[in-house]
């Protein structure tokens, strides 16, 4: 078997969850949520728009936060109690939309619509004495839509760049490197390095060193996804393509590609395509993924250490993603995790006590919630969730892991489980439905005798589709149901 897990296992205060009242019952309920995670609210002063679209932490453990209006602050209080206002001190204004930060070296970097800049106060005030180009190679046609997101560092310095392709009219015409990723060298050459991206939101570099992004269902994105990003990589949209004809991209065209055909059907035609690591099913798992971050605190924000958290814009809320690499093909499992935030999820930052703070904004994207913008974080209460953990591929079917024992009757009941897969289209029409649907028959299933674990043999698993499990029998020994009764694995690679 050719399979590594993303990270260690992790199991913690179990006890803790027997001595807690019965959670109530139902898939998405805030009152199950709020019993393990809550959300603390800080308001920002009057007068100030907290439309965040970038965080990151100074060494001292103060937040910065970029704005979609040009500024930068500096929350001097980023551990304020719930309601108490948070204090802003101004650091930067001007800039051209930034939709993300890094703290690296002394230096503040953010990437506008036209470079990756730098930025840095020299004389301790909080203010930036000093802003520098470090690369200003791509275009800007003045289009409305020509965001840029990031930039993330890897290991060799390089900064990672993801551009939107434009939407609607190119009033001064159509210019190259949109609907791309880019790695910026630390001396502030471009290096294209991945095409066919749509409205990538969300870039990171993960825990191991690889990148991977967001991207938002639409015309030749069939669903909302998560992808690995590797140079060379094709991810499906054609609009950037004629890029990939200059000289500064190193690797052969890709091809254009079929309008109409299945998903994991389309390398057949173009060798490069990229299917996803995961698909966020449309609007069962929200409708605009952004910005992520991964669990590295070791079981401080509960028993999900090593996953990945991305936020969703449209539905104001966090996901959650296991992953697993399947014959060299990162893959996995996304579940509901935290809803009900006041407004559009779009960038995520941990705390230094292991609090995932979320910046938010909905002006002309839209989204849930009750206010247009502004910043809140959410804590582990200590109560640990009924939820499964992980849900890993095997050879014929899947492996379920709880987060506590389940009830060991129930859980060997075939019809406390429900699954179907379906896969969907690459075409120029926006987004796909959800096609080639089937209803999967479960054959056996064996729990292990501490309850925590559930081995499924499921016939008729499908490469390339999406396996849609449902759980509505499944309780917890002291008789709780799960909090998220359903999770979505994105089956690219079999394990042999």
């Not at 936020?311 to 009900?340: I, K, T, Y």
């Not at 379920?400 to 489980?417: G, I, K, M, N």
């Not at 674990?453 to 002291?478: C, M, N, Q, S």
Request: hydrophobic share 35%; glycine share 10%; with cysteine.
């Amino acid at each position: 078997m050719n399979r590594t897990m993303l990270l260690i296992s992790l199991m913690v205060g179990i006890g803790a969850v027997q001595a807690l009242a019965q959670a109530p019952a139902g898939d998405d309920d805030p009152n199950v949520e709020a019993l393990s995670y809550r959300i603390v609210s800080m308001p920002q002063p009057e007068g100030i728009s907290l439309e965040v679209s970038g965080l990151a932490w100074l060494p001292d453990e103060r937040l910065m936060m970029a704005t979609r209006r040009g500024e930068i602050f500096i929350a001097q209080n980023p551990l304020a109690a719930s309601g108490e206002t948070l204090e802003l001190v101004r650091f930067a204004h001007g800039l051209q939309e930034p939709l993300g930060l890094l703290v690296h070296d002394g230096w503040i970097y953010c990437v506008q619509r036209g470079e990756l800049s730098r930025l840095r106060d020299v004389d301790g005030d909080d203010r930036v004495d000093e802003i520098e180009t470090v690369c200003d190679t791509w275009r800007v046609s003045g289009n409305y839509h020509e965001y840029n997101f990031g930039p993330r560092i890897d290991a060799e310095g390089n900064f990672w760049i993801t551009t939107n392709k434009p939407f609607g009219g190119e009033p001064f015409g159509r210019v190259d490197w949109r609907g791309w990723a880019l790695r910026i060298t630390p001396d502030g050459e471009m290096i294209p390095t991945a095409c066919g991206l749509r409205s990538p939101a969300g870039i990171e570099i993960s825990p191991w060193g690889d990148a991977f992004y967001t991207d938002n269902q639409g015309e030749w994105c069939g669903a909302s996804k998560l992808s690995h990003l590797e140079p060379g990589d094709f991810h499906g949209h054609p609009w950037g393509l004629p890029s990939a004809r200059r000289e500064e991209w190193a690797y052969d065209y890709p091809g254009d590609p079929p309008n109409g055909k299945l998903m994991p059907d389309v390398v057949q035609d173009i060798p490069t395509f990229k299917l996803p690591a995961v698909w966020f099913p449309y609007d069962k798992m929200g409708k605009s993924p952004a910005g992520m971050t991964w669990d590295q605190s070791g079981g401080r924000f509960g028993p999900f250490s090593g996953q990945l958290f991305v936020g969703d814009q449209h539905h104001a809320s966090v996901m959650r993603v296991f992953l697993e690499r399947v014959n060299g093909h990162w893959q996995g499992a996304c579940f509901p995790f935290r809803s009900g935030f006041q407004s559009g999820a779009l960038r995520l930052a941990w705390g230094p006590d292991a609090q995932l703070f979320v910046g938010m904004t909905n002006r002309g994207w839209g989204s849930r919630g009750n206010q247009t913008d502004g910043l809140q974080r959410l804590e582990w209460t200590g109560h640990v969730p009924f939820e499964v953990r992980e849900m890993q591929a095997r050879p014929h079917g899947f492996r379920l892991v709880f987060t506590v024992p389940v009830d060991l009757e129930r859980a060997q009941d075939p019809a406390s489980y429900r699954m179907e897969s379906y896969t969907y289209r690459l075409h120029a029409q926006y987004g796909s439905p959800e096609v080639e649907q089937k209803t999967l028959s479960i054959e056996s299933i064996t729990v292990s005798e501490d309850g925590l674990a559930a081995d499924l043999k499921i016939a008729g698993l499908r490469r390339g589709y999406v396996h849609e499990l449902h759980l509505p029998g499944i309780r917890a020994e002291d008789d709780r149901p799960l909090a998220h009764a359903v999770a979505y694995y994105t089956l690219i690679e079999q394990p042999r």
